[in-house]
């Protein structure tokens, strides 16, 4: 199913004085975020083998990010084995390559969408059911929906595998400004954020919000949706506290991941 990028190594010397004058301690910080989100989502369930892919821009950085490379599976991840690739496809640092539709999904949106310091895309199941029948994914229902209401996007055209920048361009295509989530019919999720915590906080409660919609939907009974009026209220709330309720959620992973499997960090 997953399929290694066609790309050379590549670093050219203004290349090289660009990534080396980021900040270190700020993209080691990055890399351990990020490794942190993958043995988490590991840990619940939310990979697939070897095929789902989280990106993270570098900081200070507009055409640098973090990915994981091809061939690893979500819990094999660690902060020193994330890849640097530039938009172009080029790999900068670490071995290997990236996953071929990890680049072409990913670098697409990060090109369109600046806003989206990081990407996340995962065939977690109870978001993916979602993604499997017609209509509306959320039915506002539950107050975790709340937190996405009025930042769906529904790519209803499952067009195959994307193994080319066309592919990726129509996905990145679907997301509106205000849109962080996009639920690609017969495919899965993607959640975009402006940091890394803020795509891992809404990943982690999508998955949350899908599985007690599910549940919900077996009991045999009306579901009761939220009044409209109220959703928007509710997610407004939602939003004051997001940057914060992230950064404290991320934390909590990392403390509770140095406990039980420090690797991740190295």
């Not at 989100?37 to 095929?51: K, N, P």
């Not at 790999?91 to 697409?108: C, D, S």
Request: charge should be negative.
């Amino acid at each position: 199913m997953a399929h290694t990028m066609n790309t050379e190594p590549g670093l050219n010397d203004l290349a090289a004085d660009r990534l080396a004058a980021l900040d270190a301690h700020a993209v080691r910080e990055a890399r351990i975020d990020l490794a942190a989100c993958f043995r988490m989502a590991a840990r619940l369930g939310m990979g697939e083998g070897i095929c789902n892919h989280f990106s993270a821009m570098l900081p200070g950085s507009d055409e640098f990010f973090l990915v994981n490379a091809y061939g690893l599976a979500f819990d094999e991840i660690t902060a020193g084995n994330l890849l640097v690739c530039d938009l172009h496809g080029h790999v900068l640092q670490g071995a290997g390559k990236p996953e071929a539709t990890a680049f072409y999904i990913h670098a697409r949106v990060h090109r369109r969408h600046p806003r989206a310091r990081a990407v996340f895309h995962t065939h977690m199941p109870n978001a993916t059911a979602l993604c499997l029948i017609e209509g509306a994914p959320l039915l506002w229902a539950g107050q975790t929906a709340l937190k996405f209401w009025g930042r769906v996007a529904v790519d209803e055209h499952y067009n195959g595998l994307a193994l080319d920048e066309s592919e990726g361009d129509r996905i990145a295509a679907t997301l509106g400004d205000q849109d962080d989530v996009v639920f690609m019919k017969n495919h899965g999720v993607m959640v975009l954020g402006a940091s890394i915590e803020r795509a891992w906080d809404d990943l982690y409660y999508l998955e949350r919000a899908a599985h007690v919609q599910r549940l919900a939907a077996s009991m045999d009974r009306k579901i009761k949706p939220i009044a409209p009026d109220i959703a928007a209220r509710t997610a407004a709330q939602m939003t004051a506290e997001d940057p914060a309720s992230a950064r404290a959620h991320l934390d909590s992973v990392r403390r509770r991941l140095m406990r039980s499997e420090p690797d991740f960090s190295r």
